[in-house]
């Protein structure tokens, strides 16, 4: 089972290597600090077993929707205990006033597509880079009944 923490700036930095691949010189980690201390961000750390193993951001997009951000270290995370936590992330946003979570995958993060269906998100549309995901409000209770 996973837990949830709030995420502490002392994990940013293993948070941007597990994402970008981030690591000393020629990164801009003051810069890095800032967005992810912007007020429109809150930030979770996943813990499995004590050890923390990966981020979930949740990023306000308008008054009604939040964007899922999420980085793991590689196999330390079982893909259905993930969407499970995801799961139970949308029923809070939804219990309290959300009506819809999306995700914006990379084309090459496979995984992320992987784990938004394992949700029951539902792709509405691809540029080059991306993939957009979304679970209404809706759709989750009709899903969970």
């Not at 949830?4 to 290597?17: F, G, I, K």
């Not at 205990?81 to 979570?101: P, Q, S």
């Not at 998100?121 to 809706?138: A, D, H, L, P």
Request: with cysteine.
């Amino acid at each position: 089972m996973l837990e949830l923490e709030q995420l502490r700036p002392d994990q940013y930095q293993q948070v941007a290597e597990w994402e970008f691949q981030a690591r000393g010189e020629g990164w801009d980690w003051e810069r890095y600090e800032a967005e992810m201390d912007h007020p429109k961000w809150t930030h979770f750390g996943i813990y499995a077993g004590g050890e923390f193993v990966g981020c979930v951001s949740l990023e306000t997009i308008s008054r009604n929707t939040a964007a899922y951000h999420v980085v793991t270290a590689r196999r330390k995370v079982k893909p259905n205990e993930l969407a499970d936590t995801m799961c139970d992330i949308a029923a809070y946003l939804f219990n309290h006033g959300f009506t819809a979570v999306v995700a914006h995958n990379p084309i090459d993060k496979r995984a992320g597509a992987r784990l938004a269906i394992r949700c029951g998100m539902v792709e509405i549309g691809r540029s080059e880079t991306t993939r957009f995901f979304i679970m209404t409000k809706v759709r989750f209770q009709k899903l969970r009944t």
